[in-house]
């Protein structure tokens, strides 16, 4: 086990894996294998760099999800986003990872070739700090991310308006994790047998909203820390619910994750944000109440209210399968254009922008473990 | 951005305006630790946090945090993104356009 030795304590991963493996084969002894989706993009970044799916037995299949917050911002909002930062007196900030997503036409890095004033920030709040010093320019925030940056745009705008900075604005895109998960589950193309719930994300919101898989769609979610010993524990312990015929919310990651999550975060997004009625996912279409949109109270410090964001929509690349890895029904390299036309250098697809994407992940490190695909 | 980093807690600006000084793998920034003061035992100098773009969002042990800097160290680039956006201080003046450059600019004509 190559990759075991790399691990922090490869006596525990192997154990690990022999539990797996004993299990499932218990499980499922026709072979068909059990299907268990990683909702997180770091854990799908881990899988890949640390060989794991080559650790498994072919009972188990690991299915990746679609928690990465910049592969699921569909191209229009991109072309909102460089329409704004096209204004003459705007000043666009972004993380870094959002600069070489593409729109429709073009992405953030070719807007600020030509011209554009777009400038990289580490924080929402090196945002606000570059309001501050130029107070005669109009300084936009693209905010991006699930519930764990989210917070921090909400405490960045209340800084505004303790602060009285009335030439900051924010154009908000940040999305929940519950809304997608239930979609996934509610998606016919798709059999999953369980879930390994996001770790970062659920420092904030807590499992408790995670009671729903397995009270409503009967399915275990085991909450999980982002080494590849984590994964493998957590999938230790989904099949030890499925052998014990138990289905529930559990943590693995204990270390990070409790039951109710950072209470003061969960209170400042509700002050600040309020749900959107609907927003587009790449991938996934439209999902209602699944995006966080600034509250009546801070319509003023509403990029989408203060500049007429031209709203476009654009339909993904025909050649882009992202939608479908995003939803786990295909794996990236049986995308018709992953690794040809589509590779990190020139993306099509966001989930070959972002680190965290599959298709990323896969390609910087997957090819070279991946084994030939199991027969049948 | 979606993975947090783990930092150390080495100096407080101030309790009051949430400010505070972390340390990462030896390099210093500031950050808000608004969403981590209500943690039982309150937050101190000393203490390891999880740090998500420029806030602390979670208080995690010593052994945790060493635990998963090592880890994220070997992710590689994604670590040196993290790391270098981490230390960078924001453009507050748009490099070769600002006032400072213009003024170089007489200064250099005879």
Not at chain 1, 145 to 155: D, H, K, R, Y
Not at chain 1, 208 to 228: D, H, I, Q, S
Not at chain 1, 349 to 366: K, Q
Request: net charge negative; proline share 7%.
């Amino acid at each position: 086990m190559r990759f075991v030795d790399e691990y922090r304590d490869p006596a525990a991963a192997r154990l690990a894996v022999a539990e797996i493996e004993t299990l499932a084969s218990r499980l499922v002894p026709s072979g068909e294998p059990l299907k268990f989706m990683e909702v997180c993009g770091g854990h799908t970044h881990t899988i890949y760099k640390h060989g794991i799916e080559n650790l498994l037995p072919s009972t188990v299949e690991l299915v990746h999800g679609p928690g990465c917050p910049v592969c699921v911002i569909p191209m229009g909002r991109v072309d909102d986003a460089i329409a704004v930062a096209k204004r003459p007196n705007v000043i666009f900030t972004s993380f870094g990872d959002m600069m070489r997503v593409p729109g429709g036409s073009g992405n953030l890095l070719e807007a600020k070739a030509q011209g554009a004033d777009v400038r990289m920030v580490y924080s929402p709040l090196d945002a606000l700090r570059i309001a501050e010093a130029n107070p005669d320019r109009e300084v936009v925030f693209f905010a991006v991310g699930f519930e764990t940056t989210a917070p921090s745009t909400a405490v960045t705008l209340l800084k505004a308006r303790e602060r009285g900075v009335t030439n900051f604005s924010v154009f908000c895109n940040h999305v929940t994790i519950v809304p997608p998960l239930k979609a996934i589950l509610e998606s016919p193309d798709l059999r999953l047998d369980g879930f390994i719930g996001p770790g970062h994300v659920s420092t904030v919101i807590g499992n408790r909203p995670y009671r729903f898989v397995p009270g409503t769609y009967g399915k275990p979610l085991v909450t999980a820390g982002f080494e590849p010993l984590d994964i493998l524990q957590a999938l230790v312990m989904l099949l030890r619910q499925l052998t014990e015929g138990r289905c529930e919310v559990e943590n693995q990651y204990t270390r990070a994750v409790t039951d109710g999550g950072n209470r003061k975060a969960l209170e400042i997004l509700s002050q600040v944000f309020e749900l959107r009625p609907h927003f587009e996912w790449r991938g996934l279409g439209f999902i209602s109440q699944s995006a966080l949109k600034l509250s009546p109270e801070f319509a003023d410090l509403d990029a989408e209210l203060r500049f007429a964001v031209p709203g476009v929509r654009v339909a993904d690349p025909k050649a882009c399968q992202c939608g479908e890895v995003l939803k786990g029904v295909i794996k990236p390299w049986e995308c018709k254009v992953f690794g040809t036309a589509c590779t990190p250098e020139t993306p099509i697809g966001t989930c070959m922008v972002s680190s965290e994407g599959a298709c990323a992940a896969y390609y910087n490190y997957g090819r070279l473990t991946k084994i030939p695909v199991k027969s049948a | 951005m979606c993975l947090g980093i783990p930092g150390q807690l080495v100096e407080i600006i101030s309790l009051e305006e949430h400010r505070a000084i972390v340390e990462v793998d030896g390099v210093r920034r500031e950050v808000n630790i608004g969403l981590v003061m209500g943690d039982p035992g309150g937050i101190a100098v000393g203490d390891w946090v999880l740090i998500h773009v420029g806030f602390a969002m979670t208080k995690i042990d010593e052994e945790e945090a060493a635990n998963s800097l090592a880890f994220i160290k070997l992710l590689g680039s994604v670590y040196d993104d993290e790391i270098e956006q981490f230390a960078a201080e924001p453009e507050l003046t748009l490099a070769g356009d600002d006032a400072a450059t213009a003024a170089d600019d007489k200064m250099v004509r005879p």
